[in-house]
């Protein structure tokens, strides 16, 4: 790829809260609906640490519905696993009705974070 | 010639439409955060014993409307997101006649209001005020909550500080 010709320049320094938007917005440009972005959350969820996001919650402590209240190394995970998800997001043709499109949003999101899993020491 | 006219003043779901809407959230609800295996024999049966005949149109209203709202529960990392896009209610929406009580479904679960509050917080804080503009469904129906007398608890000085479109 292209960096400089594919990656918007941008002014500010790109943090956890750029990396979400970008995630996001991925999803919704993709044509995914608003039921995709909690279902997609899920799957990377499960797959990354094993449990469900209420879990992670509640097993860290942190307050619930606030990821920047997480430890930070459950902070960075997200980050690898929004970034690979987005550009896999952005290289995958999604198609099909409503429902059709929010699955395959799903499933390129499950995908990508198994493929990024193995990278944290918590799944060896 | 009659030419069907391009609205209706019944801006409610149609029944069959309706039906696949709760399907997709109930299955979902089950997949995404029961983490079960949907039975989708089991659909029908579901929604009677929780909302009754399923011959009338009410008991699929109130299913979709209870359903839509534990739907936003699937994988809320970032209570925001409740803002921007779960209850960012727009006309353009199909869900938009329900978007109140959707909302008081939603109120009706534990920690539903701190999640908004959570929410409004985490708006607050990562977002421009151009981009909080984009939330302007939610600030809408945050209004018509509170002139109906609800909505108690959340923070107005919040909701009041972003212009209206």
């Keep these: 790829m292209d960096l400089l010709g594919q990656s918007q320049p941008v002014r500010g320094r790109v943090d956890g809260v750029t990396v979400r938007k970008d995630f996001t917005q991925t999803i919704k ?28 919650y509640e097993h860290t402590g942190a307050r619930a519905g606030d990821r920047s209240t997480l430890p930070q190394d459950a902070q960075t995970a997200y980050v690898v696993g929004e970034v690979a998800a987005t550009h896999r997001l952005k290289n995958t043709e999604i198609a099909g009705n409503q429902q059709q499109r929010d699955e395959q ?20 | 010639m009659v030419r069907e006219p391009p609205f209706s003043l019944d801006s409610s779901m149609k029944l069959k439409e309706l039906k ?3 399907y997709d959230l109930w299955q979902g609800y089950i997949t995404y955060h029961s983490r079960a295996v949907v039975q989708p024999a089991d659909f029908n049966a579901d929604i009677r014993r929780e909302f009754g005949d399923l011959r009338r149109k009410s008991t699929w209203e109130r299913a979709f409307c209870r359903y839509s709202a534990l739907h936003s529960r699937i994988g809320l990392l970032d209570a925001d997101r409740l803002i921007w896009s779960d209850f960012n209610f727009t006309p353009d929406r199909e869900d938009y006649p329900y978007r109140h009580r ?7 679960l534990p920690e ?3 999640m908004i509050k959570t ?4 708006l ?18 945050v209004k018509e909550q509170r002139a109906a007398g609800k909505l108690a608890g959340v923070p107005v000085g919040l909701v009041g500080a972003v212009p209206a479109r």
Aim: net charge negative; aromatic share 12%.
């Design chain 2, 112 to 114: 539903g209001l701190e």
């Design chain 2, 119 to 122: 929410g409004l917080e985490i």
């Design chain 1, 105 to 124: 949003v799903v499933d390129t999101v499950q995908e990508s974070s198994r493929e990024v899993k193995g990278l944290f020491p918590w799944n060896w």
């Design chain 2, 20 to 22: 696949t809407q709760v």
């Design chain 1, 29 to 56: 440009a993709k044509g995914g609906s608003n039921r995709a972005y909690g279902r997609a959350t899920a799957r990377m969820t499960e797959e990354l640490f094993g449990c469900t996001t209420d879990e992670l």
């Design chain 2, 102 to 108: 959707i909302f008081e479904e939603w109120l009706s």
């Design chain 2, 124 to 141: 607050f804080r990562d977002y421009t005020s151009e981009e909080r503009e984009e939330a302007d469904g939610f600030l809408e129906l």
